[in-house]
Protein backbone atom coordinates (compact mmCIF):
# COMPACT_ATOMS: atom_id res chain seq x y z
CA UNK A 1 0.00 0.00 0.00
CA UNK A 2 1.18 3.62 -0.90
CA UNK A 3 0.16 6.90 0.43
CA UNK A 4 0.74 10.27 -0.82
CA UNK A 5 -1.21 13.81 -0.37
CA UNK A 6 -2.71 15.26 -3.29
CA UNK A 7 -2.57 19.40 -3.38
CA UNK A 8 -5.55 21.27 -4.67
CA UNK A 9 -6.46 25.01 -4.26
CA UNK A 10 -9.85 26.06 -4.60
CA UNK A 11 -10.57 29.87 -4.25
CA UNK A 12 -7.29 30.32 -2.71
CA UNK A 13 -7.70 27.97 -0.15
CA UNK A 14 -5.32 25.19 0.06
CA UNK A 15 -6.69 21.46 0.63
CA UNK A 16 -5.35 18.19 0.17
CA UNK A 17 -5.92 14.72 -0.12
CA UNK A 18 -4.56 11.69 1.39
CA UNK A 19 -4.05 8.89 -1.36
CA UNK A 20 -3.90 5.19 -0.44
CA UNK A 21 -3.23 3.05 -3.40
CA UNK A 22 -3.38 -0.68 -3.33
CA UNK A 23 -0.37 -3.13 -4.49
CA UNK A 24 -0.33 -3.49 -7.88
CA UNK A 25 0.41 -1.22 -11.53
CA UNK A 26 -2.37 -0.11 -13.40
CA UNK A 27 -5.90 1.81 -12.58
CA UNK A 28 -8.17 0.49 -9.94
CA UNK A 29 -11.67 1.20 -8.76
CA UNK A 30 -11.53 4.52 -6.76
CA UNK A 31 -13.61 4.98 -3.28
CA UNK A 32 -14.03 8.73 -1.71
CA UNK A 33 -13.69 8.92 1.97
CA UNK A 34 -15.65 12.02 3.21
CA UNK A 35 -15.30 13.02 7.07
CA UNK A 36 -17.00 13.57 10.11
CA UNK A 37 -17.62 16.89 11.15
CA UNK A 38 -14.63 17.16 12.95
CA UNK A 39 -12.66 16.90 9.64
CA UNK A 40 -10.37 13.84 8.70
CA UNK A 41 -9.03 11.94 11.29
CA UNK A 42 -8.25 8.56 12.11
CA UNK A 43 -11.49 7.21 11.72
CA UNK A 44 -11.22 7.94 8.28
CA UNK A 45 -7.85 7.47 7.84
CA UNK A 46 -8.34 3.83 8.97
CA UNK A 47 -11.78 2.93 6.94
CA UNK A 48 -9.43 4.17 3.63
CA UNK A 49 -6.63 1.78 4.75
CA UNK A 50 -8.92 -0.69 4.84
CA UNK A 51 -10.44 0.14 1.24
CA UNK A 52 -6.67 0.12 0.03
CA UNK A 53 -6.97 -3.21 1.44
CA UNK A 54 -9.90 -4.76 -0.41
CA UNK A 55 -8.24 -3.57 -3.81
CA UNK A 56 -9.55 0.35 -3.94
CA UNK A 57 -7.96 3.77 -4.73
CA UNK A 58 -9.20 5.35 -1.33
CA UNK A 59 -8.93 9.12 -1.47
CA UNK A 60 -9.50 10.66 2.03
CA UNK A 61 -11.22 14.01 1.15
CA UNK A 62 -10.20 17.51 3.10
CA UNK A 63 -13.29 19.40 2.78
CA UNK A 64 -12.37 22.49 5.59
CA UNK A 65 -8.74 23.04 4.32
CA UNK A 66 -5.32 22.25 4.95
CA UNK A 67 -5.04 22.63 9.17
CA UNK A 68 -8.41 23.40 10.01
CA UNK A 69 -9.90 20.63 12.42
CA UNK A 70 -12.52 20.60 14.85
CA UNK A 71 -10.95 19.88 18.49
CA UNK A 72 -14.64 19.86 20.21
CA UNK A 73 -17.97 20.43 19.62
CA UNK A 74 -18.14 24.26 19.55
CA UNK A 75 -14.87 24.26 16.85
CA UNK A 76 -16.48 21.07 14.94
CA UNK A 77 -19.73 22.83 14.49
CA UNK A 78 -18.18 26.08 13.46
CA UNK A 79 -16.62 24.80 10.45
CA UNK A 80 -19.28 22.86 9.46
CA UNK A 81 -22.28 24.74 9.56
CA UNK A 82 -20.17 27.25 7.79
CA UNK A 83 -20.56 24.72 5.08
CA UNK A 84 -24.33 23.68 5.47
CA UNK A 85 -24.95 27.32 5.55
CA UNK A 86 -23.38 28.09 2.16
CA UNK A 87 -24.69 25.10 -0.41
CA UNK A 88 -22.82 27.01 -3.43
CA UNK A 89 -19.48 26.47 -1.71
CA UNK A 90 -19.86 22.92 -0.16
CA UNK A 91 -21.07 21.74 -3.44
CA UNK A 92 -17.89 23.62 -5.22
CA UNK A 93 -15.52 21.62 -2.84
CA UNK A 94 -16.91 18.54 -3.16
CA UNK A 95 -16.87 19.00 -7.31
CA UNK A 96 -13.10 20.16 -6.58
CA UNK A 97 -12.57 17.05 -4.63
CA UNK A 98 -14.01 14.34 -6.91
CA UNK A 99 -12.58 16.46 -10.54
CA UNK A 100 -9.00 16.04 -8.36
CA UNK A 101 -9.21 12.20 -8.27
CA UNK A 102 -10.47 11.89 -11.28
CA UNK A 103 -7.46 12.97 -13.13
CA UNK A 104 -5.31 10.94 -11.20
CA UNK A 105 -3.42 8.18 -13.29
CA UNK A 106 -3.92 5.31 -10.87
CA UNK A 107 -7.69 5.86 -10.88
CA UNK A 108 -9.81 4.26 -13.03
CA UNK A 109 -12.26 7.05 -13.65
CA UNK A 110 -15.34 4.80 -14.92
CA UNK A 111 -15.10 3.14 -11.45
CA UNK A 112 -15.59 5.59 -9.00
CA UNK A 113 -17.68 5.63 -5.70
CA UNK A 114 -17.78 7.25 -2.45
CA UNK A 115 -18.17 6.85 1.35
CA UNK A 116 -19.20 9.30 4.32
CA UNK A 117 -19.66 9.34 8.14
CA UNK A 118 -22.10 11.45 10.02
CA UNK A 119 -21.69 15.20 8.10
CA UNK A 120 -20.09 13.43 5.24
CA UNK A 121 -22.90 10.61 4.62
CA UNK A 122 -24.62 14.04 4.38
CA UNK A 123 -21.62 14.90 1.64
CA UNK A 124 -22.38 11.69 0.07
CA UNK A 125 -25.55 11.98 -0.75
CA UNK A 126 -25.17 15.68 -2.72
CA UNK A 127 -22.43 14.19 -4.59
CA UNK A 128 -24.91 12.09 -5.83
CA UNK A 129 -27.58 14.63 -6.05
CA UNK A 130 -25.06 16.80 -8.15
CA UNK A 131 -24.96 14.23 -10.55
CA UNK A 132 -21.18 13.67 -9.95
CA UNK A 133 -20.12 10.16 -12.06
CA UNK A 134 -20.01 8.06 -9.22
CA UNK A 135 -21.17 4.63 -9.54
CA UNK A 136 -22.28 4.70 -5.66
CA UNK A 137 -22.53 6.15 -2.50
CA UNK A 138 -23.16 5.12 0.93
CA UNK A 139 -23.89 7.21 3.53
CA UNK A 140 -22.48 5.51 7.00
CA UNK A 141 -24.98 7.46 9.82
CA UNK A 142 -25.32 10.35 7.75
CA UNK A 143 -27.48 13.16 8.03
CA UNK A 144 -30.74 12.88 5.89
CA UNK A 145 -31.57 16.21 5.06
CA UNK A 146 -33.46 16.64 1.48
CA UNK A 147 -32.51 20.37 0.46
CA UNK A 148 -33.42 21.00 -2.73
CA UNK A 149 -35.97 18.75 -4.81
CA UNK A 150 -34.48 16.73 -7.22
CA UNK A 151 -35.33 16.78 -10.94
CA UNK A 152 -33.87 13.55 -12.44
CA UNK A 153 -32.48 10.39 -11.17
CA UNK A 154 -29.02 10.54 -9.79
CA UNK A 155 -26.39 8.64 -11.88
CA UNK A 156 -25.04 7.02 -8.76
CA UNK A 157 -26.78 4.11 -6.85
CA UNK A 158 -27.21 5.29 -3.10
CA UNK A 159 -26.44 3.09 0.25
CA UNK A 160 -27.76 4.71 3.42
CA UNK A 161 -26.45 2.70 6.92
CA UNK A 162 -28.68 4.07 9.17
CA UNK A 163 -29.59 3.73 13.00
CA UNK A 164 -32.83 3.32 13.98
CA UNK A 165 -32.01 5.37 17.23
CA UNK A 166 -29.94 8.02 15.69
CA UNK A 167 -31.09 11.51 17.51
CA UNK A 168 -29.70 13.69 14.46
CA UNK A 169 -32.22 11.92 11.87
CA UNK A 170 -35.70 12.07 12.80
CA UNK A 171 -38.23 10.22 11.64
CA UNK A 172 -40.14 12.58 9.65
CA UNK A 173 -36.68 13.54 7.96
CA UNK A 174 -36.18 9.49 6.84
CA UNK A 175 -39.72 10.09 5.54
CA UNK A 176 -39.07 12.95 3.69
CA UNK A 177 -35.83 11.54 2.11
CA UNK A 178 -37.14 8.03 1.05
CA UNK A 179 -40.48 10.21 -0.29
CA UNK A 180 -37.63 12.13 -2.30
CA UNK A 181 -36.01 9.12 -3.57
CA UNK A 182 -39.34 6.81 -4.90
CA UNK A 183 -40.22 10.52 -6.92
CA UNK A 184 -37.68 10.07 -8.89
CA UNK A 185 -37.28 6.25 -8.99
CA UNK A 186 -33.47 6.58 -7.67
CA UNK A 187 -31.72 3.56 -6.84
CA UNK A 188 -31.32 2.92 -3.20
CA UNK A 189 -31.13 0.93 -0.38
CA UNK A 190 -31.50 1.68 3.19
CA UNK A 191 -29.86 -0.63 5.82
CA UNK A 192 -31.96 0.37 9.50
CA UNK A 193 -30.06 -1.06 12.54
CA UNK A 194 -32.69 -1.30 15.34
CA UNK A 195 -31.58 0.34 18.89
CA UNK A 196 -28.78 2.19 17.37
CA UNK A 197 -27.71 5.62 17.87
CA UNK A 198 -25.71 8.18 15.81
CA UNK A 199 -21.78 7.56 15.08
CA UNK A 200 -21.76 4.03 15.16
CA UNK A 201 -19.02 3.40 13.14
CA UNK A 202 -16.66 4.87 15.14
CA UNK A 203 -14.64 3.01 18.05
CA UNK A 204 -14.32 6.31 19.90
CA UNK A 205 -17.96 7.27 19.79
CA UNK A 206 -19.19 7.07 23.79
CA UNK A 207 -21.39 10.11 24.27
CA UNK A 208 -24.66 8.48 25.91
CA UNK A 209 -26.29 12.14 26.34
CA UNK A 210 -25.42 12.85 22.75
CA UNK A 211 -26.46 9.54 21.31
CA UNK A 212 -23.12 9.20 20.31
CA UNK A 213 -22.35 5.26 20.44
CA UNK A 214 -19.87 2.84 19.33
CA UNK A 215 -22.10 -0.88 18.32
CA UNK A 216 -19.60 -3.56 16.68
CA UNK A 217 -22.15 -5.40 15.48
CA UNK A 218 -23.84 -2.62 13.66
CA UNK A 219 -20.62 -1.05 12.44
CA UNK A 220 -19.02 -5.30 11.41
CA UNK A 221 -23.12 -5.52 9.01
CA UNK A 222 -22.66 -2.10 7.56
CA UNK A 223 -19.16 -2.59 6.49
CA UNK A 224 -19.87 -6.03 4.83
CA UNK A 225 -22.79 -4.31 3.27
CA UNK A 226 -20.76 -1.48 1.45
CA UNK A 227 -18.17 -3.98 0.48
CA UNK A 228 -21.15 -6.10 -1.38
CA UNK A 229 -22.52 -2.68 -2.82
CA UNK A 230 -19.20 -2.05 -4.41
CA UNK A 231 -18.70 -5.40 -5.76
CA UNK A 232 -22.09 -4.85 -7.58
CA UNK A 233 -21.66 -1.21 -8.47
CA UNK A 234 -18.25 -2.06 -9.84
CA UNK A 235 -18.85 -5.21 -11.74
Known amino acids: MRSQLIAHTLGGEDFDIELLRPEGEGEHPCVLVFHAWKGRGEHEQQR????????????????????????????????????????????????ASFETVRALESVDASRMGAIGFCFGGLC?????????????????HGLLKVGQPLETRPKAKLMIQHG??????????????????????????LHAYPGVQHAFTNPAAADTAGGLIYDADADARSWLEMRRFFEDCFA
Not at 50 to 70: I, N, P, S, T
Not at 124 to 132: E, S, W
Not at 171 to 178: I, M, W
Open 48 to 95: ARRLAELGFVAAGVDLYGVGKRGHDTDSARELMMGLLSDPPKLRARIQ
Open 124 to 140: VQIAARMGLDLRGVVSF
Open 164 to 189: QDDPMVPPEDLSAFAAEMKRIDADWV
